[in-house]
């Protein structure tokens, strides 16, 4: 599928980046590719949504709200704990 080789683009250039840190990739020319292959994940990621008719916004919304019932900030903050682990 298209929409993981372009995912792959975008990791490729964290993977080969000497940068420290995202704040040092915000003011480099690294940017410029990581912003292009960000609206290419997100082109075909409203493509699919598109055909499959799903409301992007109402999906989102109710996956956050999923995870912050998963993963409560008083128990997940700062722990890499599976969240059956919390």
Do not use: C, H, T
Not at 19 to 33: F, M, Q, T, V, Y
């Amino acid at each position: 599928m298209a929409l993981s080789v372009e995912v792959a683009e975008l990791v490729e250039i964290f993977q080969w980046s000497n940068s420290g840190g995202l704040d040092e990739i915000k003011d480099s020319e690294i940017r410029k590719k990581i912003e292009e292959e960000i609206a290419d994940i997100f082109i075909y990621l409203l493509k699919i949504s598109g055909k499959l008719d799903l409301d992007v916004a109402k999906i989102i919304y109710e996956k956050i709200d999923k995870n912050e019932k998963k993963y409560p900030v008083k128990k997940s903050y700062g722990s890499s704990k599976k969240y059956i682990d919390l």
